[in-house]
């Protein structure tokens, strides 16, 4: 028993201190290099053009030490960019020497660079605990991105002709966005365009907002129309209601021959029962284009809402002189006059004796009279849609003693599911 104590006590001694060199082991930390070390072997990396992504890796990493300060955040950043610009110029160099090279790397390297230099500007611009801002860097970081901005504007082309509108996007975006001095600068309304037209196609609708109006203030009227459309689209998907309606009057005024602004904004009235300014609008474009059957439809559309028959019965005519198949029109016009017939018939004399009777009915028949032609119209230019003319037709027949078209309206509707 004593001596398997002494065998147990031995071998505790024995693993205790293998145990104590073990922790030490584990509470020892690697060592940090120096920030100036970092952008000693980040300036080393530039020269020899070689090792760029382990420097700028190594410098962006020391970012979480505590303490940093933002002057050191910002040259950390700035540095970061350079090596981004040296991979770039890797590239480019391979390009001119005809070798075989990345062409997606070399536009993603300046990409990459612009993303450090702002991220570098975001620091510099930082007021002091004073307030004062004092940057050391923007005129460095501004030089650096003009210097590239031809080629920013190959890269959103490079991806564009990819069909990668995201990255198009990307490219574009940032073309407009720093801008030089330059006055004449023809690529920007190219740019702004494509980054229009790229962020819509990724349903990205801030981003087809942000450059639109650059775009739209550059091109003729036909194209302009169509990017302020993508403009107002954007809105309604990100239900910005007053931003919406806003262009959209833009549009009425400026491009009063691309209809969608007007109709859209007519169904706005009509929806919000604004009748009266459905109908200005409908003046309004009248007056510059000489008119179209729309704009006379919306009138009598607004018209029957109000229960103004006879007005809506005339508008929808001068829809008709225009479209003689306004299948809508020939609606307004037929709900019109059924409506006037039943209204004809409420009032109407009841007595038989009365002469007055007489009159009233054939007014009634008439107005009935008038209505049909318009309903079967309706059916002609859209049978599927059965639950529009077929009970007006069942009401015209029955009132007009037609019994052929009647029963054959009756057996429509009662076969409908």
């Known amino acids: 028993m004593r001596l398997f104590a002494t065998f147990f006590i031995t071998s505790l001694l024995l693993l205790f201190p293998c145990t104590l060199s073990s922790k030490e082991k584990q509470a020892k930390k690697p060592k940090l290099e120096r920030l100036s070390t970092l952008h000693k072997n980040a300036m080393t990396a530039l020269k020899n053009q070689n090792g760029q992504d382990a ?13 940093l300060k933002d002057k050191q955040r910002a040259d950390i950043y700035f540095t970061a960019a350079l090596l ?19 062409t997606a790397k070399f536009f993603n390297k300046l990409s990459d660079m612009y993303a450090q230099l702002r991220l570098c500007d975001s620091v510099d611009l930082l ?68 980054a229009t037209l790229s962020a819509f196609q990724e349903d990205n609708y801030q981003g087809t907002i942000r450059h639109a109006d650059t775009a739209i203030n550059h091109y003729d009227s ?7 459309e993508y403009k107002v689209r954007s809105y309604a998907k990100l239900d910005n209601d007053s931003a919406w309606v806003a262009a959209l009057k833009q549009g009425v005024v400026n491009y009063p ?15 919000h029962r604004r009748f009266d300014v ?60 059924l409506n006037m017939a039943v209204i004809s018939h409420e009032s109407s004399c009841k007595d038989a004796d ?28 859209q049978p599927e849609m059965m639950d529009r003319w077929a009970p007006a037709l069942y009401r015209i027949y029955l009132n007009l003693n037609l019994g052929e078209e009647f029963v054959e309206i009756d057996q429509l509707l009662n076969k409908k599911p």
């Open 257 to 271: 021959n691309h209809d969608y602004f007007f109709v859209q904004l007519a169904d706005w009235c009509y929806a």
């Open 55 to 67: 420097a700028r890796n190594a410098l962006l990493g020391a970012l979480s030490r505590p303490g």
């Open 222 to 228: 036909i194209t302009a129309a169509i990017l302020l």
């Open 354 to 381: 009365n002469p007055q009777y007489n009159i009233d009915k054939q007014k009634t028949l008439d107005l009935y009279r008038k209505a049909r032609p318009c309903m079967e119209k309706v059916r002609k230019l």
């Open 127 to 194: 007021p002091d605990a004073k307030g004062n801002v004092h940057p050391r860097l923007q005129k460095k970081t501004q030089a650096m991105r003009l210097k590239h901005r031809r080629n920013i504007f190959g890269g959103g082309k490079f991806y564009l002709s990819k069909k990668d509108y995201k990255k198009a996007y990307t490219f574009f975006d940032l073309y407009c966005t720093y801008q030089g001095t330059e006055k004449n600068d023809t690529l920007l309304p190219q740019s702004a365009l494509w």
């Open 84 to 102: 981004e610009e040296s991979l770039n110029g890797v590239e480019n160099r391979k390009a001119y020497l005809k070798q075989p090279y990345d």
């Open 278 to 337: 459905e109908r200005k609008l409908a003046d309004r474009v009248i007056a510059q284009t000489g008119g179209k059957a729309i704009h006379y439809y919306a009138k009598s559309k607004s018209y029957l809402a109000e229960e103004n028959y006879e007005a809506c019965i005339t508008y929808a005519d001068s829809t008709l002189a225009l479209q003689d198949d306004f299948a809508d029109a020939y609606y307004n016009k037929g709900i019109s006059y």
